[in-house]
Structures are given as structure tokens and as C-alpha cells.
């Protein structure tokens, strides 16, 4: 171990020390998830803290003995307990937000299917309206088998008229 000359060189090391001592806190608590507090004092008296959410919250949880090892297993079984509730509630809202948007997509699917139906389409004036203000693909899906339809109609029809004006 090296040797420290002077008083400079102390204050230099212990705060390239704490700064190291900080970032492996910080990794601890990161990669563990834990909660972490550290005091250390300087040769001066300054006091440094470092604390994985705040130091004064760690702290304070230190000093009432929350969390720590003195909890005893009935209290920590409660607390196991009381989460496992929460988390099922919390899952049973999810599952019934779930079904709530599956019965409304129900619903949006018979109103969009009731207003194809019920669209201006006269079996007189179908052709007539405009697919690109159509939003709905069943109505649009219908319009194009009319339009398939009459289509083949129109060319039937010619095909006939054309063999009585061919016919000798």
C-alpha cells in the first residue's frame, strides 16, 4: 500500500475512494434491488451520505426498524399477504377492462354492419355513390360484388348482342 505524504493527498484519495464507494452503491442497488444508505464521515467532519432512493428515507426506515431484520414472519407473511390481495385485484381490473373493450369491439362491429345495411344503396342508385366516402371495408367489400356483378352482367348482355347482330 502506498504511502500518503501529506494532508493534500489524503483529501484527494478519500474523495476518489468515495466517489468509487458511491458508483458500487449505486451498482448494488441497481442490479439487486436493494436499498442502500452510506454515512461516512471526512477527516475534517463533513459529513457525505449516499442512499439508494434518499438517504434520509433509508435512514428513517433504518431507525424504526422497517425492513429490517427484526420483522418478524407473521408480520412479513401479512405483508406477503396484503400484496398477493392487491396484485389479484389489480389483475381482476385488468381482465374486466379486457372483456369491456372486447364487447365494445362487439358492438362496434354489429353497429358498423347495421349501417352497411342501411346505407342509401337503392338497388336503382347503387352505382352512384362514392366508394372513397365509404369508411367501412363491408360496405365497400358489398359495393365492389355489385360492381363485379353488373360487370358481368354488362358484358353478358353485350356478348348476346353481339350474336343476334353477327346471326344471319
Known amino acids: 500500500m502506498k504511502k500518503i505524504e501529506n494532508c493534500a493527498d489524503r483529501t484527494i484519495t478519500f474523495y476518489k475512494c468515495k466517489q468509487k464507494i ?31 432512493s434518499s438517504f434520509e428515507v433509508i435512514s428513517k426506515r433504518f431507525l424504526n426498524s422497517e425492513g429490517s431484520s427484526s420483522t418478524s414472519l407473521p408480520q412479513q407473511s401479512n405483508i406477503d399477504v396484503h400484496h398477493k390481495e392487491k396484485m389479484e385485484e389489480l389483475c381482476q381490473v385488468y381482465n374486466n377492462l379486457i372483456e369491456k373493450v372486447d364487447v365494445e369491439k362487439q358492438k362496434g362491429m354489429t353497429m358498423a354492419k ?43 348482355e353485350v356478348g348476346a348482342r353481339n350474336q343476334i347482330e353477327n346471326a344471319p
Open 114 to 156: 347495421a349501417e352497411a345495411e342501411a346505407l342509401p344503396v337503392e338497388k336503382d342508385v347503387w352505382w352512384k355513390v362514392d366508394p372513397m366516402t365509404i369508411k367501412d371495408k363491408e360496405v365497400i367489400k358489398q359495393l365492389l360484388e355489385k360492381y363485379e356483378d353488373l360487370y358481368e352482367k354488362l358484358c353478358d
Open 22 to 52: 458511491y458508483n458500487k452503491l449505486s451498482e448494488l442497488s441497481l442490479l439487486c434491488g436493494a436499498n442502500v444508505g452510506f454515512l461516512v464521515y471526512s477527516n475534517s467532519g463533513i459529513p457525505y451520505t449516499f442512499g439508494s
